[in-house]
């Protein structure tokens, strides 16, 4: 035999040996988020914040509808220069904007928001599943509501661990 030959053949052994004494195992962070009560508080208090938000969008797009109603009212009733006319439709136009541009604020602030509320959640998670993955010396953790498990037959489901582990 080969120098080349045995050292494949050698090589080969190692990797299928290397690959049967790896551990896999799954878990479905939907599922276990949906059961933290911490989730349920940062929903509760992204909803509270979204709704003040609103309000102030709500404030302003009514203030808009009144200044244009007058304005529809002043320009039929002959009351209003040519002149008057342009300046108010460019005052409503500007209106408008500004509630276009706060809309998009508060995309923007509701994101932020979310990602405040919800990041000290994720990174409990995140330390405990790396936790139960070194303790138990799995190799990989894959997480099924993501659709990236299509076979878990030789994988262990860690949602009991992990809730345990988080107080559910």
């Known amino acids: 035999m080969t120098k080349s030959y045995i050292l494949s053949i050698l090589f080969a052994v190692v990797f299928i040996t290397t690959g049967l004494s790896q551990k896999y195992a799954y878990i479905n962070s939907t599922e ?13 208090q992204l909803e509270t914040y979204q709704k003040t938000l609103m309000t102030k969008g709500e404030t302003m797009e009514k ?15 002959g009351t209003l220069t040519g002149l008057q006319m342009q300046q108010k439709e460019s005052a409503l136009g500007q209106q408008q904007q500004e509630i ?8 923007q602030l509701l ?9 000290p959640i994720l990174q409990k998670v995140r330390d405990v599943v790396e936790e139960i993955g070194k303790s138990n010396g799995y190799t990989m953790i894959f997480d ?3 659709g990236g ?13 992990v809730k345990a582990k988080l107080g559910l």
């Open 32 to 44: 276990l988020l949906i059961a933290m009560p911490q989730v349920k508080t940062a929903d509760s």
């Open 63 to 77: 203030a808009f509808q009144i200044e244009y109603n007058k304005y529809v009212t002043e320009a039929q009733g």
């Open 111 to 119: 994101g932020a928001k979310k990602q405040e509320l919800y990041e």
């Open 144 to 146: 099924g509501s993501v």
């Open 100 to 107: 276009q541009q706060y809309a998009a604020e508060v995309q």
């Open 149 to 161: 498990l299509l076979f878990a037959k030789d994988a262990d489901n860690l949602m009991v661990e």
